[in-house]
């Protein structure tokens, strides 16, 4: 009993002297806190749209305890940063906060930015003031970039219309639904879909030199922006009775299912489709023509055909999807709903899997024709003269395949730009998108 009784007063002891030791604060002009980071940046964001939560530690790394007559922006609330300050929010400052010694607390930082009249981002920035009983003050710089865009929500084109515009547009909502008898055209502009946001097209579609993505403009890590990151946006749906169809230099990237197309007519030249949640163009009963094009890292297929008339010449198809090892093919064609015709000339199938190349004839009483010629075919050979003229059977063992085709690669950053390295075969034989 004395020796439980000893060990209960030697513990209580303890606590006291822990509790008086950290009880203990100075007001030592020298004692200071420690920040993970002089300057918080938040990226660009656009005006009037809420940034993500940074946060950030501050450390007290002193002997003894620091206190805080208060924590406050230079600006005030002018510059449109919000602060959270060890569970209590700026409204305009916190006070009395303490610090203990070996101890620290966490600051969440947002920001949502006013329209700055530019055409270019701005800088926005403030400082957020750590003001200390010894009357020391410590700020840690708040930066991020603002850029104007329109916004449009839920429009529907019921006449010809033509959207240019040299900044951002941002589309909310379900986006576009191009109406039947009606044109968008689309020009020399880029459309920052939010969400599951995308473009409907029952009339017709012409965008020429204009890009199609999510809306994030931040980083999911330091090293990764949302930018790579598939399936933020919902793609471009082209409905059955819409016609005329027409995209020219154009990128769609990041979206679910990127290009859609139901018995309707599509024509590609010089355009990405890239980093697809679904699949890159999946065609039904559809005339489409691509030239000059890149369809690659698709979760399901880069470049999917099921009936109708098709013809892909000069095209690169790059399965190299990076965040499922269960990805579709390169490239698959069936005749499962109607006749299918296919012509692929000039034009590299390539990917991770030792085969991404699939043709399935699922319907005898459907016409099922296909023809390659002068492609390179990441499959096994195949014994046909009549369908394949002077193709590359690739295989995971050839010295120069896959990933190797190309020359600025960075799977770590998960960063792809197909861009041919000279040492390619498809380099030399001018086959693909160089």
Same mark, same amino acid.
């Given at each position: 009993?004395?020796?439980?009784?000893?060990?209960?007063?030697?513990?209580? #002891?303890?606590?006291?002297?822990?509790?008086?030791?950290?009880?203990?604060?100075?007001?030592?002009?020298?004692?200071?806190?420690?920040?993970?980071?002089?300057?918080?940046?938040?990226?660009?964001?656009?005006?009037?749209?809420?940034?993500?939560?940074?946060?950030?530690?501050?450390?007290?790394?002193?002997?003894?305890?620091?206190?805080?007559?208060?924590?406050?922006?230079?600006?005030?609330?002018?510059?449109?940063?919000?602060?959270?300050?060890?569970?209590?929010?700026?409204?305009?400052?916190?006070?009395?906060?303490?610090?203990?010694?070996?101890?620290?607390? %966490?600051?969440?930082?947002?920001?949502?930015?006013?329209?700055?009249?530019?055409?270019?981002?701005?800088?926005?920035?403030?400082?957020?003031?750590?003001?200390?009983?010894?009357?020391?003050?410590?700020?840690?710089?708040?930066?991020?970039?603002?850029?104007?865009?329109?916004?449009?929500?839920? %429009?529907?084109?019921?006449?010809?219309?033509?959207?240019?515009?040299?900044?951002?547009?941002?589309?909310?909502?379900?986006?576009?639904?191009?109406?039947?008898?009606?044109?968008?055209?689309?020009?020399?502009?880029?459309?920052?879909?939010?969400?599951? #946001?995308?473009?409907?097209?029952?009339?017709?579609?012409?965008?020429?030199?204009?890009?199609?993505?999510?809306?994030? %403009?931040?980083?999911?890590?330091?090293?990764?922006?949302?930018?790579?990151?598939?399936?933020?946006?919902?793609?471009?749906?082209?409905?059955?009775?819409?016609?005329?169809?027409?995209?020219?230099?154009?990128?769609?990237?990041?979206?679910?299912?990127?290009?859609?197309?139901?018995?309707?007519?599509?024509?590609?030249?010089?355009?990405?489709?890239?980093?697809?949640?679904?699949?890159?163009?999946?065609?039904?009963?559809?005339?489409?023509?691509?030239?000059?094009?890149?369809?690659?890292?698709?979760?399901?297929?880069?470049?999917?055909?099921?009936?109708?008339?098709?013809?892909?010449?000069?095209?690169?198809?790059?399965?190299?999807?990076?965040?499922?090892?269960?990805?579709?093919?390169?490239?698959?064609?069936?005749?499962?709903?109607?006749?299918?015709?296919?012509?692929?000339?000039?034009?590299?199938?390539?990917?991770?899997?030792?085969?991404?190349?699939?043709?399935?004839?699922?319907?005898?009483?459907?016409?099922?024709?296909?023809?390659?010629?002068?492609?390179?075919?990441?499959?096994?050979?195949?014994?046909?003269?009549?369908?394949?003229?002077?193709?590359?059977?690739?295989?995971?063992?050839?010295?120069?395949?896959?990933?190797?085709?190309?020359?600025?690669?960075?799977?770590?950053?998960?960063?792809?730009?197909?861009?041919?390295?000279?040492?390619?075969?498809?380099?030399?034989?001018?086959?693909?998108?160089?």
């Amino acid at each position: 009993m004395m020796r439980r009784l000893f060990f209960f007063v030697i513990t209580i #002891a303890a606590l006291l002297s822990a509790c008086s030791d950290n009880d203990s604060f100075t007001t030592d002009s020298r004692s200071l806190l420690s920040f993970d980071a002089d300057t918080i940046k938040l990226d660009t964001l656009f005006s009037g749209v809420p940034s993500s939560t940074y946060s950030f530690w501050v450390h007290n790394h002193n002997s003894d305890g620091l206190r805080l007559n208060n924590v406050r922006l230079e600006r005030g609330n002018q510059s449109g940063f919000r602060v959270n300050v060890d569970g209590e929010f700026l409204d305009p400052v916190v006070t009395n906060l303490e610090v203990r010694k070996g101890d620290s607390i %966490l600051v969440f930082v947002e920001v949502t930015t006013r329209e700055n009249h530019a055409i270019d981002p701005q800088l926005v920035e403030d400082n957020l003031l750590f003001t200390l009983e010894s009357g020391t003050v410590q700020k840690v710089n708040l930066r991020a970039w603002s850029w104007d865009a329109l916004k449009i929500e839920n %429009l529907l084109v019921e006449r010809d219309t033509t959207i240019s515009s040299t900044l951002p547009i941002v589309i909310y909502g379900d986006g576009i639904e191009v109406a039947e008898n009606a044109t968008l055209r689309l020009e020399g502009t880029t459309l920052y879909f939010h969400d599951n #946001a995308g473009i409907l097209v029952k009339g017709s579609l012409q965008a020429e030199n204009t890009i199609l993505r999510g809306d994030r %403009l931040d980083r999911m890590f330091d090293y990764l922006p949302y930018d790579r990151i598939s399936g933020q946006w919902g793609g471009v749906k082209m409905r059955s009775g819409s016609k005329n169809n027409v995209l020219t230099n154009c990128e769609i990237r990041n979206a679910m299912g990127a290009l859609f197309c139901d018995s309707t007519d599509l024509t590609m030249t010089n355009c990405i489709v890239h980093n697809s949640r679904g699949n890159g163009l999946l065609a039904y009963q559809s005339k489409v023509d691509i030239d000059y094009c890149q369809f690659s890292n698709a979760q399901g297929i880069c470049l999917a055909v099921d009936g109708g008339t098709v013809k892909v010449t000069r095209t690169t198809l790059a399965q190299f999807y990076p965040f499922s090892a269960d990805r579709g093919a390169a490239l698959v064609f069936g005749n499962l709903l109607s006749d299918l015709n296919i012509d692929c000339q000039k034009t590299l199938v390539t990917g991770y899997d030792a085969d991404v190349f699939m043709g399935l004839k699922t319907d005898t009483l459907n016409a099922f024709n296909y023809h390659f010629a002068d492609c390179i075919l990441r499959t096994d050979s195949i014994d046909d003269a009549e369908h394949f003229e002077r193709i590359l059977w690739e295989t995971p063992k050839d010295s120069v395949q896959g990933i190797k085709h190309f020359r600025n690669i960075d799977e770590d950053n998960l960063f792809y730009e197909f861009q041919m390295d000279s040492i390619s075969p498809a380099f030399k034989l001018e086959i693909g998108r160089l």
